[in-house]
């Protein structure tokens, strides 16, 4: 039979299932005196503290007070859900929650209630909601520009559209940037020698590979026009090592571009080379509601 010791100072009331017994010490064998619980509490009922008396000396809230209390979490709550990222939302409505649980202990050790199920429950209800509201409204948008751009143009500038739409955050600036200039040397012969669809295949495989080189060093796509490709570091997102990022891009190009060619002209189809120009300049940088600008030094080249 289990047994449970509770301690009071020198003597020790050792608790079975159906019976209690006084003792010294902590040893279920020293127990000195043993009698039924049931009649051990209905003798000594009369000596302990009343609920009603216990209640009566804490200091419940108002009933317009305890009302409002919820508010101040809710709207914490819900403004923590519709301006933070996930991680951060989440941090933040695990601290407010620590918080007030800590702030409602403090006031009941001074005899004080501070409600703390209720204003949970409405932080709880009002994040749910906001999130249900971001996910369906909010977010809607940005998932669809997204995927209304991700085919066409690089993953920095969707990111720039995604998050300032209207083109507002982004001033007329002058930005210094790095440029790559490719295109394939006689690629004119080729267009004119080559079966059409054979010649889609080959093009379309040249700037894919292309395109997963220059996104991966988080360059900007510029424009492709039929062979050629301009691509732009540090614009519409600054770049401190813009040049350095070009470079190492254009390195890997010309490295990818060879062996492609390579494998191109294993099959009796004259690819020529890849030639690739970097530079760098000044530029005035800016958006409109529709498109990004760029707008080249006259000494650019």
Not at 208 to 218: K, M, P
Request: hydrophobic fraction near 50%.
């Amino acid at each position: 039979m289990s047994t449970d010791i509770i301690l009071y100072d020198t003597l020790s009331f050792i608790v079975h299932h159906t019976q209690i017994g006084l003792g010294i010490g902590t040893n279920p064998n020293e127990v000195l005196l043993t009698v039924p619980l049931m009649d051990y509490l209905e003798k000594h009922a009369t000596n302990l503290p009343s609920a009603q008396q216990a209640f009566s000396s804490l200091n419940l809230p108002a009933i317009p007070t305890r009302s409002a209390l919820p508010l101040l979490p809710a709207i914490v709550a819900g403004f923590s859900v519709l301006l933070l990222a996930p991680l951060g939302a989440s941090l933040a409505l695990a601290a407010m929650a620590l918080a007030w649980i800590v702030i409602a202990v403090r006031f009941f050790m001074g005899a004080d209630v501070m409600p703390i199920i209720d204003p949970l429950a409405a932080a709880g209800l009002t994040a749910v909601g906001v999130l249900v509201f971001r996910f369906m409204v909010i977010d809607k948008d940005k998932r669809f520009l997204r995927e209304a751009f991700s085919s066409y143009v690089s993953p920095n500038l969707v990111e720039a559209i995604v998050n300032d739409p209207e083109g507002k955050a982004v001033a007329a600036r002058r930005e210094d940037c790095t440029f790559i200039f490719t295109d394939l040397a006689g690629f004119t012969s080729m267009v004119e020698s080559s079966d059409p669809e054979e010649l889609l295949q080959i093009l379309n495989g040249y700037i894919d590979g292309l395109l997963e080189i220059i996104f991966r060093h988080d360059g900007t796509l510029d424009k492709i026009v039929g062979d050629a490709m301009t691509v732009i570091f540090s614009a519409p997102v600054r770049q401190p090592d813009h040049a350095q990022r070009a470079i190492d891009c254009a390195l890997e190009i010309d490295r990818w571009a060879d062996s492609f060619a390579a494998e191109i002209n294993a099959k009796g189809i004259p690819l020529g080379i890849t030639r690739i120009g970097v530079n760098s300049g000044s530029v005035i940088h800016f958006r409109s509601p529709i498109s990004t600008f760029l707008w080249n030094n006259p000494d650019h080249g």
